[in-house]
């Protein structure tokens, strides 16, 4: 069975960065669209970002556009999730999700749509 796993997470004062990983035990080529999310104590998990195999088109929520950047390198079979300026409210243990069929699109995504997950990478933004 194909795994996911993260890696990349840590701890970082407001303002910095940190570039979190994706990996599978296969192949994230496996996966046509790989997201990102997050859960932070008491909130609902959020759909961060996405990406698709088939044309590298994206998604961002709102809440990061213009601050994180998810890029795939097919040749690694790895998913980055960049994150800059990061701020206190991006606190949360991050995920990432893998599907083989589905297409994320710019109206969101939705975690009941990915098959794969891993086991999530906790990001802590605090001074």
């Known amino acids: 069975q194909v795994q996911l796993v993260e890696s990349g997470g840590g701890l970082v004062q407001p303002g910095g960065s940190l570039r979190l990983s994706c990996t599978a035990s296969g192949s994230t080529l496996d996966y046509h669209a790989i997201g990102w999310f997050r859960q932070a104590p008491g909130k609902e998990r959020e759909g961060v970002s996405c990406?698709?195999?088939?044309?590298?088109?994206?998604y961002y929520a709102d809440s990061v556009k213009g601050r994180f950047t998810i890029s795939r390198d097919n040749a690694k079979t790895l998913v980055y999730l960049q994150m800059n300026s990061l701020k206190p409210e991006d606190t949360a243990v991050y995920y990432c999700?893998?599907?083989?069929?589905?297409?994320?699109?710019?109206?969101?995504?939705?975690?009941?749509?990915?098959?794969?997950w891993g086991q999530g990478t906790q990001v802590t933004v605090s001074s």
């Open positions: 990406i698709n195999r088939s044309d590298g088109s994206t």
């Open positions: 999700a893998g599907d083989p069929d589905l297409y994320c699109s710019g109206d969101g995504i939705l975690g009941g749509d990915f098959h794969s």
